[in-house]
């Protein structure tokens, strides 16, 4: 199960499609890169491309992990999706683990 809890939501066109809890780019679009810049967490499906959508930029959810994820941990976005734990030099650190989790489980992060 997968949730969240906003603090600040932006709208923002999209210019791709995505599912909710999908990590959005600051162009709209999903973030299908590792260590990508991550604009928040899609509260919603994206099905037309130019729509308008809501972008959880801070607050908490419910994510995949992509790899082992430990409490504490600093996330970076994940080629395949969800979150990994950023490497020795990450350029685009946007959230905190606030649990464990094994590869492919959900794994709760603070965002911001």
Known sequence: MQYMHDVLTVTVPTTGLFEAYDLVSFDGAKVAAADAPVLGV???PNTVIGDFAGVMAVGFAR???VGVI???AKLVSAA???VQV??????NV???ALTAAADGEFVDILVR
């Open 63 to 65: 994510v995949r992990a």
């Open 86 to 91: 950023a490497g020795a030099t990450p350029a």
């Open 70 to 72: 430990t409490v504490g």
């Open 42 to 44: 899609a509260k919603s």
């Open 94 to 96: 946007f959230a905190t």
């Open 80 to 82: 395949t999706g969800g």
